[in-house]
Each structure stands twice: as structure tokens, then as C-alpha cells.
């Protein structure tokens, strides 16, 4: 059986997005690559799941009314920027992401043999990690973002390809 590696995420668009972007874009050229770069700019809200691929259509469907139904957070706050524990990024705020959290992962139906939804509670923007020394990627992540800078949130699947591409489905 073949199938599918998918994942529910949040991510920035706007000024805050474009700050992401120019600080993965720079971290990158300045001090290297950390395992944040090899995503997109976004904020985690279930687990990887994987799905068998005649299944794929059926579950975005449903999945993804379940997330229509919320239409764009406009409750999301960045808290802060900063450092903990291997980490550099964003942490975020939202009643409503919690939400779509809980509607999708109870309204998931996996089949036998498929991956059960793993709901995250910690709501973050990763920036750095996976790298001995993350004090000059948090001090890059200061000097270019601006964790007031506005943002519209959309929320939706994402695939991530046997190459390593992603596509937003």
C-alpha cells in the first residue's frame, strides 16, 4: 500500500511571514542551515500522519471542512521571541488554533494501519535548532524580526514529498 506523509499546519502570511522568510534566507548564508530551514515557515499543529493514497481525496475533504469551518484565526499573538532548550523562535498565542486542534483531531477517522493524529500544544514558530550553538541564530532572529509585525494566519494540510518538497494542498 502506498501512501501519503501529511501534516496540519498554521502558517504566517504578511510582514511577519516576509521577516521569517529574510531571517531563514539569512541564517542560512550568515551561519548555515538548522534543521528549521529544511520546513516552511509555520506553526506545527498536528503531527506527521500518513494515509494510503486512495484515501488521500477523502480525508483532505473532510479534514479540511473541519478546518474551513474556523475561516483565518484572527486570535493569533506572537508572545514572544526568543531562546529555550535547543531553540530558537516564535511562541505563539491562540484560543482559536487550540480549537481547530481539537476538531480535527477528533474528527479523524484513520483506517487500520494508518497513523493516528497527534495533537501539539505548544504553538510556535520554529526559527533554529538542531545546531550546537544557537546563540548567534537567536541574536540574527532580534536583529531581523520584529515579533510585533502583523500577520493573517491560514491553516491547512500539507504533504511532504519523498524529496523533501512540500506541497500545501
Known amino acids: 500500500m502506498s501512501e501519503r506523509e501529511l501534516i496540519l499546519y498554521a502558517w504566517p502570511m504578511g510582514p511577519l511571514a516576509d521577516a521569517a522568510q529574510r531571517y531563514f ?4 548564508a550568515r551561519l548555515g542551515p538548522t534543521i528549521a530551514q529544511s520546513y516552511p515557515v509555520h506553526c506545527t499543529l498536528t503531527g506527521f500522519f ?8 477523502e480525508v483532505l475533504a473532510a479534514l479540511g471542512s473541519a478546518v474551513d469551518a474556523f475561516g483565518e484565526p484572527d486570535d493569533v ?9 535547543g531553540w530558537v523562535g516564535l511562541e ?8 481547530i486542534i481539537e476538531t480535527v483531531t ?6 487500520h494501519g494508518e ?3 497527534r495533537p501539539k500544544d505548544w504553538l510556535h ?6 545546531v550546537a550553538d544557537l546563540q548567534p541564530y537567536e541574536a540574527l532572529a532580534h536583529e531581523i524580526i520584529d515579533p510585533s509585525l502583523p500577520a493573517t494566519w491560514c491553516v ?3 504533504e511532504r514529498l519523498p524529496d523533501g518538497n512540500w506541497i500545501r494542498r
Open 156 to 158: 491547512g494540510f500539507w
Open 115 to 117: 497513523d493516528a493524529l
Open 125 to 130: 514558530v520554529s526559527l533554529a535548532y538542531g
Open 106 to 111: 477528533t474528527t479523524d477517522r484513520p483506517e
Open 92 to 99: 505563539l498565542r491562540s484560543r482559536q488554533l487550540l480549537e
Open 50 to 57: 500518513r494515509r494510503a493514497d486512495h484515501r488521500v481525496g
Open 77 to 85: 499573538a506572537v508572545e514572544r521571541l526568543g531562546a529555550r532548550d
Open 25 to 28: 534566507d539569512e541564517a542560512t
